[in-house]
């Protein structure tokens, strides 16, 4: 779009009943990322504004009759799915419909009151799922048994959620990518080690959720996890194009799509290790 966006500072302590754990009374931020002009694949998709389930959500997809994976991607707090932009046209220019809703309470908030609304992201997510699926308004090109949820800070926490918490576990979701997330603490229901894999990425100088947060979810959930540390990382800014981190960790998240969703577990487990090695980010796995 042209234009820089400002960094957003988010002020939330991550107390209960919505969130808790190792790190409790940590504030949360949201980085808004630059808004940047679109990657060279760009041309490739185009974007839409749609209504799901009653929210307003970005579309990002290919140009094509697909049927291509289905990414539902969760913003931060304070942060709208427009902020993302040039980060999701990214992920839909390598083969993915790219759905992001605007999540009451936590779209245009950045205090308390955005943290409030954690424990009801997960159904929001179900219903867009669902809405986007099935019935007049689905997507056609979306293929709804390969899906993928991601989110960022906040969203990464929900998406996190959606995988690996009895209190809202979705049996569709075939994979998880949480970007500066951590384990929160849910009204109901417990943490499990779940059934699909997990990513997980984190600025290793994460000030809003610390970094301990990705390193507590890589031992206890996902049937494989894996941790994409951005070394001397904040809490987003290599989300941004201009990031000197950036292409490692769109390059690590593509190929775990490719190993999950893709169809060729093996190339694509090759690529996130070629990814974890480049310069600024650093990948272990749970063992390591």
């Known amino acids: 779009m042209g234009r820089r966006a400002a960094v957003l500072l988010l002020c939330l302590l991550l107390v209960a009943p919505a969130c808790g754990g190792d790190d ?12 940047t002009t679109a990657p060279e694949r760009a041309p490739t998709v185009r974007t839409e504004e749609r209504t799901f389930a009653t929210l307003p959500t970005l579309v990002v997809r290919p140009n094509g009759g697909g049927p291509f994976p289905l990414v539902l991607f969760v913003h931060g707090a304070g942060a709208p ?6 980060f999701l046209r990214e992920l839909a220019a390598a083969g993915n419909v790219v759905v992001a809703p605007a999540m009451p309470g936590s779209v245009d908030h950045s ?7 954690l424990p009801f992201q997960p159904g929001r997510v179900e219903q867009v799922l669902d809405a ?27 998406a996190l959620a959606t995988g690996f918490h009895s209190c809202c576990a979705d049996r569709r979701v075939d994979a998880v990518v949480s970007i500066a ?4 603490t849910f009204p109901n229901g417990t943490w499990g080690e779940g059934t699909v894999p997990v990513l997980l990425i984190h600025g290793e ?24 540390t951005v070394v001397g990382g904040d809490h987003g800014g290599y989300l941004a194009e201009d990031d000197r981190a950036h292409r ?23 690529d ?9 980010v650093r990948l272990t796995s749970r063992g390591d």
């Open 272 to 280: 996130l290790a070629t990814a974890g090695s480049r310069r600024g």
């Open 181 to 184: 997330g951590r384990l929160a």
């Open 111 to 117: 205090d308390l009151s955005a943290l409030s609304a």
């Open 24 to 35: 409790g009374g940590a504030a949360a931020e949201t980085t808004r990322p630059p808004t």
């Open 81 to 86: 799915p427009v902020f993302y932009e040039g």
């Open 132 to 158: 986007v699926t099935t019935g007049p308004q689905a997507i056609g090109a979306a293929d709804p048994e390969r899906v993928v949820v991601v989110g960022h800070s906040l969203g990464g926490m929900t």
């Open 205 to 228: 100088d994460d000030e809003t959720v610390p970094f301990s947060g990705s390193g507590t979810a890589l031992q206890q959930v996902g049937t494989a996890a894996y941790l994409l």
């Open 248 to 270: 490692a960790v769109v390059a690590a998240i593509e190929a775990f799509f490719v190993a999950t969703i893709g169809g060729d577990p093996q190339a694509g487990l090759a």
